[in-house]
């Protein structure tokens, strides 16, 4: 299966703990997106790579928030002390390199965060 | 401040009829409009998308009409199949050298056979 993964697929996790997510893009894509989903609404823009480089953060990304992708492939989503309010479905996405904005983002199926 | 609406959270088809999902927007400097289609446990997947400089795109059973002057889209799926019932969300993209993709908060559709 070459599409864009997540791991894990599901997280329950205590108010206060850190959790890490994964997300493993398509082979040579070269932008990859970070969205949330709560119950209801869409996905809401959390961040963007191109590349390695963390090129738009959302004011969403609060100072718990933080994202990486170090080798411009796979990334990870860090949230620390997590909250209530942080439970949601954490989606990935990847999009080739050039062309122009209409162009398709993959997604992945998804983390959903459950915070206790 | 939701630049994207779906103002329908549901709507209910016979199968073989036209189903109609519907958006408006408030962004003028919205350059594409996309339509994904989510099923259960599944991410979102891509189903068709216009230019901003266009007023019609067509694909098969599916059909995006855009109309600027009213900031609104819609998509006609013609025939509908039971298979088409899912949450459709309508997204708009704006290339700022940056990139970023606001997206509506869906339409659930139900396709009865």
């Known amino acids: 299966d070459t599409g864009v993964s997540q791991n894990p697929r599901h997280k329950i996790t205590k108010r206060g703990q850190n959790v890490t997510f994964r997300c493993d893009p398509i082979?040579?894509?070269?932008?990859l997106y970070w969205y949330r989903q709560t119950l209801g609404q869409g996905p809401e823009f959390l961040t963007y790579?191109?590349?390695?480089?963390?090129?738009?953060k959302s004011r969403l990304l609060s100072d718990r928030f933080s994202a990486e992708r170090p080798k411009g492939s796979f990334s990870t989503l860090e949230i620390q002390r997590t909250e209530q309010g942080d439970s949601a479905m954490y989606l990935c996405?990847?999009?080739?390199?050039?062309?122009?904005?209409?162009?398709?983002?993959?997604f992945g199926p998804g983390t959903r965060l459950t915070v206790l | 401040d939701q630049q994207v609406k779906q103002n329908s959270p549901s709507l209910s088809v016979q199968e073989g009829r036209i189903s109609i999902l519907n958006c408006d927007y408030t962004?003028?400097?919205?350059?594409?409009f996309l339509w994904y289609k989510k099923y259960p446990a599944e991410g979102p997947t891509f189903l068709i998308s216009?230019?901003?400089?266009?007023d019609k795109n067509e694909d098969g059973r599916f059909t995006v009409f855009l109309n600027k002057s009213a900031k609104h889209l819609s998509l006609h799926i013609v025939p509908s199949q039971p298979g088409d019932s899912a949450v459709y969300f309508c997204?708009?993209?704006?290339?700022?050298?940056?990139?970023?993709?606001?997206f509506g908060a869906g339409t659930r559709l139900f396709v009865k056979a």
């Open positions: 996405a990847s999009r080739p390199r050039g062309l122009g904005a209409g162009d398709t983002q993959y």
């Open positions: 082979s040579e894509h070269n932008r």
């Open positions: 790579f191109q590349n390695e480089a963390q090129l738009e």
């Open positions: 962004n003028s400097m919205f350059d594409y």
């Open positions: 216009i230019s901003s400089i266009k």
């Open positions: 997204a708009a993209s704006l290339n700022t050298g940056g990139f970023k993709t606001i």
